[in-house]
């Protein structure tokens, strides 16, 4: 039998981690200019792609990183690095000057990179899958119970998500603008903080 408040601590543990609402402006400058339609699209597929890696990593998560030979640390690392080219991109108008000169609006589609992963499923989320799952051992019932958590927390990303456009229309093209810029630079803080906790994991810095 499953505890219940291990359930509602799995559901806040992975709530704070993946954090929906915290997704929602990053959603919005990711996939600025894009129509309602192809919005929902990169929705849809960036948390069923998210939920597929955290199914993958609450099963079998440290087995596989083990017999790849890569380190959580590591992984922490490259997800950083990878978070941090997104971020320069953002503050820089990168992503904004690509998709005003490219008349095909879904040349570019984020909904794997960097939606997906490493903002939703990221090395916090998945790494939470791991711990919670090894909590509940084999019990086939635990299994199950944190999976479900699991998707309940991406059902209300998923909903945010879909909310999106009503938010942006609020905000304004100078508001997007603003928040853009302010989501860049905290982006860019997120993944160097990726990258230190990597480093403190792996032992290179103390």
Same mark, same amino acid.
């Given at each position: 039998?499953?505890?219940?408040?291990?359930?509602?601590?799995?559901?806040?543990?992975?709530?704070?981690?993946?954090?929906?609402?915290?997704?929602?402006?990053?959603?919005?400058?990711?996939?600025?200019?894009?129509?309602?339609?192809?919005?929902?699209?990169?929705?849809?597929?960036?948390?069923?792609?998210?939920?597929?890696?955290?199914?993958?990593?609450?099963?079998?998560?440290?087995?596989?990183?083990?017999?790849?030979?890569? %380190?959580?640390?590591?992984?922490?690392?490259?997800?950083?690095?990878?978070?941090?080219?997104?971020?320069?991109?953002?503050?820089?108008?990168?992503?904004?000057?690509?998709?005003?000169?490219?008349?095909?609006?879904?040349?570019?589609?984020?909904?794997?990179?960097?939606?997906?992963?490493?903002?939703?499923?990221?090395?916090?989320?998945?790494? %939470?899958?791991?711990?919670?799952?090894?909590?509940?051992?084999?019990?086939?019932?635990?299994?199950?119970?944190?999976? +479900?958590?699991?998707?309940?927390?991406?059902?209300?990303?998923?909903?945010?998500?879909?909310? %999106?456009?009503?938010?942006?229309?609020?905000?304004?093209?100078?508001?997007?603008?603003?928040?853009?810029?302010?989501?860049?630079?905290?982006?860019?803080?997120?993944?160097?903080?990726?990258?230190?906790?990597?480093?403190?994991?792996?032992?290179? +810095?103390?």
């Amino acid at each position: 039998m499953i505890d219940a408040a291990f359930l509602v601590t799995s559901f806040a543990t992975l709530f704070v981690v993946v954090d929906p609402i915290g997704l929602v402006p990053m959603f919005i400058a990711l996939t600025y200019g894009k129509t309602v339609q192809r919005r929902r699209e990169i929705a849809v597929r960036a948390v069923l792609v998210a939920g597929g890696l955290m199914t993958l990593f609450g099963l079998a998560g440290e087995a596989l990183l083990t017999f790849i030979g890569i %380190s959580m640390s590591a992984f922490r690392v490259s997800g950083g690095i990878l978070l941090l080219l997104t971020a320069l991109d953002m503050l820089f108008e990168r992503r904004t000057q690509r998709r005003e000169g490219h008349a095909v609006q879904n040349e570019e589609d984020p909904s794997v990179f960097p939606l997906a992963t490493p903002l939703i499923a990221g090395p916090g989320a998945l790494a %939470s899958m791991i711990l919670l799952t090894g909590e509940v051992q084999v019990n086939l019932i635990g299994l199950l119970a944190v999976h +479900l958590v699991m998707f309940g927390v991406l059902a209300c990303v998923l909903l945010l998500f879909l909310v %999106s456009s009503k938010i942006e229309n609020a905000l304004g093209r100078t508001g997007r603008m603003v928040v853009t810029r302010l989501l860049g630079m905290l982006l860019a803080a997120l993944s160097v903080q990726f990258i230190i906790d990597g480093l403190i994991g792996s032992g290179l +810095l103390g």
